[in-house]
């Protein structure tokens, strides 16, 4: 919100939360029922229905460049500005949608209201070239000189702070004001449509056309990467002063008192407030190449629905815990269309950009699915894109690349990893697996003055040794079935008398892994608490037990550019496997974490806390759930 809110900055519909879109219901239906219903075929009015058409196209192209922004963003290619993005500003530009909303709702209204909007023609090229004079003319100067009063500290305070708090933009910022500022805007670009309606010379073709313009360029300058070549402005060098780029719109937004055009330059050199270095950013911008990262994590897609909670997917989606959406079922179109080019799809794709003080940080993700990795037929294939991602890792100069969920299955697919090592003995780069930390963060969960543990679901490298270091220090571990005499065999006699070979479910601490059915987690006393060792949270299947997160850690202030939560864990909270590989090297560990290797549990924990990196939970905060 703006720094002194001034009248009309909240949204009419701001209480109805996600319910706003109930305000297009009583429109959207009589239009349908209107098209289909009410009158002859021959008398059908195609306009009236089509501004749904016009709002749902809308929403998908703001997505398009959402979603090519992060992705071009997390590249680094042809960046602008290097500073982070945070939650704060995910969370403020969450509303995006609500101009789409008013913007339909005056589409509505305007066609009940006005004959001259019913029963448009498809095409008029003489209201595409009126269009077209307005807003060179009379739009783009009035709202030079609007923009310009917006930045007079009365206004600036009341309204247009709140856009400019984005620093960094996005293409959702674009669209980030008041609502006494969009009224004002849309007064403004609905001159053109109204001179073509009112002159009869409006067509649907120039309505539309202009709106996909005006989003267009509003979305391209909002991006914080450069995408228009130079060879545009060589051919017809006027179009300098007709089209900005993103690095001139960033400027706006990093120096505040220059660059005030909406999409046209001319008025900012006519008027002379151009910033002197516009041209210079932009040909450092398109010049700028992708920077190679010093640590990769490498994860995978794991539920159809998680392409949604990707940071390149829906930004206010990614920025919370994974949950399913109730209205994902009307997505299930697009869902099933994402799950066959993701399987067709044959090459690891760049999710995310961080910064740990002068560590160059990326997330790369297998285009596979958690299903897929189960699936005999599919294992070589999924070998192959690890493979290709660790030598491209290499060739690049990556120091470490940490496995993250099923890239590190032990038996079914490599090893924990161990398979590309034999298979590539002269790797740079570093393969981590982050058992090690995954170990420590579980034994650090454990109360304190805890005698007896429940060891429960699938054997895992991660819970061998947890075992082996509970039975060390002096903790029983009730284990069941065959492992248990796997585990004993490890241990010296003495060790050995702390492994019991129980069914007993006495305990109130499990630790369990995958495979931990429900009809276990009933056999539970109440207040329970299950800490997973796994890469997978378990089912929950009681109330009355406490549920503790898959290894993770909170992040510390100075890990930068962290707008999105890494699947199921909390925000700013990151996975022990994924903070292992950061670890590794920031200690210049020069040494490989796969296979059966494990690194000393006790010397990676206190490199995790050196480096500001937290539990979740406090011993004090455990026992007393305990």
């Known amino acids: 919100m703006a720094t002194k809110p001034g009248i009309l900055t909240e949204w009419p519909w701001a209480s109805l939360g996600n319910f706003k879109y109930l305000v297009l219901a009583p429109f959207v239906g009589h239009s349908i029922y209107s098209f289909f219903m009410g009158k002859e075929e021959n008398q059908r009015d195609f306009s009236y229905i089509f501004i749904l058409l016009y709002i749902v196209m809308r929403m998908v192209h703001h997505q398009m460049w959402i979603s090519l922004s992060r992705y071009r963003s997390a590249k680094g290619d042809n960046r602008i500005l290097d500073r982070s993005i945070e939650f704060d500003q995910v969370d403020r530009e969450t509303n995006w949608d609500d101009q789409i909303i008013f913007n339909g709702v005056v589409f509505y209204i305007g066609y009940l209201m006005l004959a001259e909007t019913h029963h448009l023609p498809l095409w008029r090229i003489d209201g595409i070239i009126i269009t077209a004079l307005i807003h060179t003319g009379p739009v783009e100067f009035l709202y030079y000189w609007l923009h310009r009063a917006l930045h007079h500290h009365f206004l600036y305070s009341r309204y247009h702070s709140h856009h400019h708090s984005s620093i960094v933009t996005e293409p959702h910022t674009a669209v980030i004001h008041p609502f006494a500022e969009i009224v004002a805007y849309y007064t403004l670009f609905f001159t053109p449509v109204a001179t073509t309606i009112f002159t009869g010379t409006a067509s649907i073709v120039s309505i539309v056309a202009y709106a996909i313009y005006l989003d267009f360029m509003n979305l391209m300058g909002h991006c914080n990467f450069e995408l228009i070549p130079k060879w545009t402005f060589s051919i017809f060098p006027p179009l300098k002063y007709l089209m900005y780029t993103p690095s001139f719109h960033s400027l706006h937004h990093t120096q505040f008192r220059s660059n005030y055009s909406l999409f046209m330059p001319m008025y900012d050199y006519l008027y002379g407030t151009v910033d002197k270095s516009s041209d210079t950013l932009y040909e450092k911008s398109l010049e700028r190449k992708a920077e190679s990262p010093d640590v990769v994590h490498l994860t995978h897609l794991t539920t159809p629905e998680s392409i949604y909670h990707l940071r390149l997917g829906f930004a206010s989606l990614a920025s ?85 969920l099923l890239n590190q299955q032990e038996n079914q697919v490599n090893k924990n990893g161990e398979l590309y090592i034999r298979r590539h003995p002269k790797l740079k780069v570093k393969v981590v697996d982050g058992s090690s930390l995954a170990v420590a963060v579980v034994l650090n969960s454990i109360p304190k003055g805890t005698s007896q543990v429940v060891l429960r679901g699938r054997f895992t490298k991660v819970a061998y040794s947890i075992a082996l270091a509970l039975c060390q220090g002096g903790t029983q571990v009730m284990i069941d079935g065959e492992e248990y005499k796997k585990l004993k065999a490890l241990l010296n006699p003495e060790v050995a008398t702390n492994l019991v070979p129980s069914k007993s479910y006495a305990s109130k601490i499990w630790l369990v892994g995958d495979g931990l059915s429900e009809d276990e987690q009933l056999k539970a006393p109440k207040g329970t608490l299950f800490i997973p060792f796994s890469q997978f949270p378990p089912r929950k299947a009681r109330r009355d037990c406490f549920y503790f997160n898959t290894p993770a850690m909170r992040i510390p202030k100075h890990l930068e550019n962290v707008d999105s939560c890494e699947n199921w864990l909390q925000r700013r909270v990151m996975s022990a496997w994924r903070i292992a590989g950061i670890l590794h090297a920031l200690e210049g560990w020069n040494e490989h974490e796969c296979g059966n290797k494990m690194f000393d549990i006790e010397k990676i924990w206190n490199a995790s806390l050196q480096h500001g990196f937290s539990p979740l939970t406090t011993p004090s905060a455990i026992e007393a759930k305990a």
């Open 320 to 404: 919370k815990p994974h949950t399913s959406k109730w209205y994902f079922w009307l997505m299930s179109p697009v869902t099933l269309w994402s799950f066959f080019i993701t399987w067709i799809y044959g090459h690891t794709f760049v999710v995310e950009r961080n910064l740990f003080r002068n560590l160059k940080m990326q997330t790369w993700a297998i285009p596979k699915y958690s299903i897929q990795y189960f699936m005999q037929w599919q294992r070589d294939t999924i070998n192959n894109l690890i493979e290709e991602a660790i030598v491209e890792a290499d060739q690049k100069g990556v120091k470490v690349l940490s496995l993250g």
